[in-house]
């Protein structure tokens, strides 16, 4: 297998969203109904959804007077460490052998949002009519026929590289270098996060601007799920077990969020 | 409790999901291979579809994706995108007559396939259940629309034409000189159109008289083409998007490039990954400035100010290149000692008060006993152009100049600094800009002041060079090429006025002389391209006895332009008008005003994809439907993918574009609608006489029922009237009737070798500089960069070797490189051909307000002029209809406004506010205001607003951001807003248009509305409702 990566050097991003579109044609997906601006900037729609496997994000920061106005193309990181999968109670978040590459195989998907509810970046959704969790595919489809992913295709400013995952890893350093000489204060977010995203970015303002967890982390509460699944997962497993079991871990997460909020 | 509710939800939906999957499993049997039902059918669903009964799927989940290529068994063409003059290729997949899928064209040297968030949305404009597929009327008084049929609309429209026509033409003037035209029908619209559509259409209006012929060009890039056809010869952008990519520093003034040409930033990025500097110089900190290295803001209506104060930083500094300006400028030029600059007074010798115009005979060169131009190379005469310009611009010291623009000091001195660096000639600086230099009551000479820093800086003619002047219509080149404007004819001749009796008259006034030996003066071809277009135009019947039909040809007698045009339909004179492809209910200035000029027509024809605010003027917000009399015809046109023809983008490149698809519904291309029309037209005057039939009886028109658009294209091209062959070169052009051509500047682009405009070669020229000469073709000539022969020192040699556009080989004593501006040995003629003295020109006499740009302040401005005692153009014409031309007061309106584009959007906005993905992004409309505004006022982000002007009031969203600022202004704080104008009443997003607000003022020269600088208050919604 050789690990296919997208390299995101933000410092060339100029958030024209074309990425944004290309992903909607490509997938056909509809659009949203959306009201002003959803987000900061000129983010729209507010967040991903069933519909929208990547959005732009907008920073704006005053920094002695001068304006930083900095954008961050938002959508599955492609952990190596993936929660998603590890969630999945039905295996249908898959890992391609191919390629690395994390994807909904939607046949066997149940849309309990399990990988919704433990994301460390929020980014499957369930589509509630279809019953099947959505989110970014890093167009598989078009990679297997030796096509770029459609947002990187997309992409004019060649912010987006798509490319073999260690030969990017160099790449990324060796431009954090010259913007750093520039004067930037780079920071490069996926080499070691998750024990490697396979989506890197090369945030040219520094991490603390673009809305990214700093280490991000598979929730703990994921282990005891897992090991309730894993004795099963040969064998028949009931329906009612994996319901109990998702339904509880729900009902922990929720219970974990709403202490965190009120503490 | 929570665990089991949540066992029980899981319970219920996997129950629902068995149940669907069964009935899946029934209609999967049925379902046909489409593009969504195959990702669905795809892998191992059928097992899993069996075993998801039983609850799970046992089988190991396929790990290597099994998904078909969607587009793998479609149909590919290739297209060029319909929006912005940047002309990215596209490929189109389409699959039973249905288009499946638009990208990015990875073979074409623009774009490599990339493309920006309209392109990538394209596939919505050809799928789109909003699109027009019926031909629909709209009945005097009526409140709805009627479907109607093809033959009966073009029918009743030619009925309308004809009667319009006769009862309004006129033959002569009051002083008894032939005029030959009508007033009462006017035509609006073409830069989305093909070259064909627009010749065609530029052929039939002239055919019929009409002189109120305009279009989106005039509210674009009008004072582009005088400003630069006066300083260098010809008015187009000089280099090429590609070109960019050779800069060493680029300057983005009057531009937000990054959102309205978003492909030029594939190469400013690939400028500044070599080392290139961005300055971005602009009122508002948008994304372009988000990637500069400097950005400067400046108060809007002041880029005199801010280049008048670069050039002075530059003769100051001795950072000009030297010989550059010896050798090819008129920097030696001596001028005549009557000229007085302007001083105090604001104004140069010549001026006429009461006119409000100048006497120019003393901007005038001193001429030799052989009436060729003195000069002193030296540049020390005090009357050479060098000194009087060095003079004029002395004034323009960086405290004057900030105290006018509001730019910090610091910030002005690193940007004077920095783009000056490129005035050693192994580099290059790059001028773009756009909208935010053009639309300004002194519009042309924001324009001539880039072009003089340019000439200063040695910037023209070079890689990485030149005056990017960036269209933002993918054909607004072509269409103006073609001439869809009043006072021009194809190719850049002059549209004839009265007093040009004839054809001899014509070509006397309009064709220079030179007898300086080294000017080429390639405008002394003037008779050959004019009798040519004659002959393309009326055929047979153009013979040399009858001055070629030259009396068919309307005269003009004053301005036409769009604000004129508007100001008579509002006074009545215009009874019918054509809109094709054009929406002035939301792009036109002052709209309150225009729209009710809408209503003043007896009728209308609008060719559209959409119902845009143009075609529903009539049932448009707080107006009484039964109380207009105005029929409306509305015809549906087809999308660029769905039709054949060409189109030149901002490059002058003419790329061909392929039909992926028909259109929908009943809906026609635009060279159908005006094939049908005109011949309809011709057949009622062969019938019936009618008002001087002759220009429309005569008129040279075959081009079969379903029109041959390579016939069209041809023509363009031009051929020989005997033999037919098509002409190889302009060259080849003669004036005695031999042969037809529809447009000079196309020739070459339709050969006897094919259709050049669609060649496909990837191949880069030897000087590797991304030429490209065999991808598509691109007038003149294939030449990519325009005066380059100034890249070289007079002996030939490239000024920079390593990016070398052209080079003079002595030994086959030819050029090598890019098609050079003539053949000449480059000691044989001066590289600014157009020009009659063969010299770019530092020192202009042909524009209205003066040799050298002066800055005045816009119309409505909160501030003093403190450069001169002369408020604002003391050349533009000022309207003052009563009751609708009205002018705001700093003490009501004391906030400086300007109105902006996004990427998200395009121009009056049918073209994205129509499709769902870009709705999705920028649903509403918007003002930006700052924070120090929005506190002062109590307005919250996010929340509405009324901005209010003299003319109007709009509502909208207030952004409030850092990344708009109070300016200081000679010591006092003003505030500034930016409001987006895309939106209107019409479409699937709609919102109040911002140019309710815009003045009905235009430029002195062109006539461009000044939408870029007004005065405008703002307030809380809330308390307007209050009120």
Known sequence: MIKKAVLFDLSKCIACRSCQVACKQWNNLAAEKTTFFEGTGYQNPKDLSPKTWTVVKFFEKKVNGNIIWAFRKHQCMQCSDAACITVCPVKAMTRDEKTDIVYVNEKLCIGCGACQE??????????????KSKKCTSCIDRINDGLEPACVKACLTEALEFGNREELVIKAKARAKELEIAGKRPYIYGIKELKGLNNIYILPEGLDLYDLPKSPEVPKDIGLLNDLLKPYSVFTLTAAAVGLAIGYLKTVRHEQVKEKENG | MKVIKSWQKYKEKKRMRVNNQNKKMKEGLKMQFSRRTFLKISGATATCAILGDMGFCLMKPKSAYAQNLKVKYGKESTTICPYCGVGCGQIVTASDGKIINIEGDPDHPINQGALCSKGSALYQVANNERRLTKILYRAPNSIKWEIKTWDWAIQEIAKRVKTTRDASFKLTDTAGLTINRTEAIAALGGAAHDNEECYLWSKLMRALGVVYLEHQARLCHSPSVPALAESFGRGAMTNHWIDIGNSDCIMIIGSNAAENHPMAFKWVTKAMEKGAKLIHVDPRFTRTSSKAHVYAQLRPGTDIAFIGGIINYCLLNNLFHKDYVVEYTNASYLINPDFKLSDASGLFSGYNLEKRSYDKVSWSYQLDENDIPQKDKTLEDPNCVFQLMKKHFGRYDVDTVCKITGTPKDVFLTVANTYCQTGTPNKSGTILYAMGATQHTVGVQYIRSYAIIQMLLGNMGIAGGGINAMRGESNVQGSTDMALLFHILPGYLKSPIPENKTLSDYLTKWTPTSKDPKSANWWQNTPKYATSLLKAWWGDKATKENDFCYSYLPKRSGDYSFISLFEAMYAGTIKGLFAMGQNPAVAGPNLNMERKALEKLDWMVVMELWETETAEFWKRPGVDPTKINTEVFLLPAAASVEKEGSISNSGRWMQWRYKAVNPPGEAKDDLWIINRLCKAVKELYAKDNGAFPGPVVDLNWDYG??????????????????????????GDLKDDGSTACGNWLYCASYTEDGNMSARRNPQDAPNNIGLYPQWSWCWPVNRRIIYNRASCDPTGNPWDPNKWVVKWDDVSKKWAGDVPDGPWAPQDKYPFIMNVEGHARLFAQGLVEGPFPEHYEPQESPVKNIISNQQSNPCTKVWNTLGVDLWGTQDKFPIIATTFRMTEHWQAGAMTRNLPWLCELVPDTFVEISKSLAAKKGITHGSKVEVSSARGKMIAYAVVTDRIKALNLNGSTYEQVGIVWHFGYSGLAT?????????????????????????????????????
Do not use: W
């Open chain 1, 118 to 131: 433990y994301c460390p970046f929020g980014v499957p959704h369930v589509d509630e009519n279809e019953e």
């Open chain 2, 705 to 730: 029922d379903e029109p041959d658009v390579h016939k069209v294209a041809k023509e363009i091209n031009g051929y020989d009237v005997n033999t037919k062959k098509q002409i190889a070169k302009f």
């Open chain 2, 991 to 1027: 919102g109040d248009s911002a140019n309710c607000l815009t003045p009905h003022i235009g430029d002195a020269n062109t006539m461009i509305p000044e939408y870029k600088a007004f005065l405008c208050d703002i307030r809380r919604l809330k308390e307007v409702q209050n009120d």
